[in-house]
Nanobody
Framework: VQLQASGGGLVQAGGSLRLSCAAS????????MGWFRQAPGKEREFVAA????????YYADSVKGRFTISRDYAKNTVYLQMNSLKPEDTAVYYCAAARVTLSEYDYWGQGTLVTVSS
């Protein structure tokens, strides 16, 4: 199983970025896909998640209304559209996959760095 995250970069406050997570190696139909982030000196935190089947979405309060998670079946890819970015969104962002019946994430991708300048 491989999760390949991409799309990070440097953006000014108020700007937008779209992260992508390309998934391969198995069927993820019974999984939910999540995005997490870890800022320097801080613990990793949950950002957003989506179920492959059904498309139910979940967001951390800190990103609600600004970030949107979505998935593309044909491309086996999950996206995180990030709008109205703030300096406090600066972090390494990771995508991950978890079986819907379990709380723990089984698979993790490498991170992609998002830097928001003020």
């Amino acid at each position: 199983v491989q999760l390949q995250a991409s799309g990070g970069g440097l953006v000014q406050a108020g700007g937008s970025l779209r992260l992508s997570c390309a998934a391969s190696g198995r069927s993820f139909s019974s999984y939910r896909m999540g995005w997490f982030r870890q800022a320097p000196g801080k613990e990793r935190e949950f950002v957003a998640a989506i179920r492959w089947s059904g498309g139910s979405t979940y967001y951390a309060d800190s990103v609600k209304g600004r970030f949107t998670i979505s998935r593309d079946y044909a491309k086996n890819t999950v996206y995180l559209q990030m709008n109205s970015l703030k300096p406090e969104d600066t972090a390494v962002y990771y995508c991950a996959a978890a079986r819907v019946t379990l709380s723990e994430y089984d698979y993790w991708g490498q991170g992609t760095l998002v830097t928001v300048s003020s």
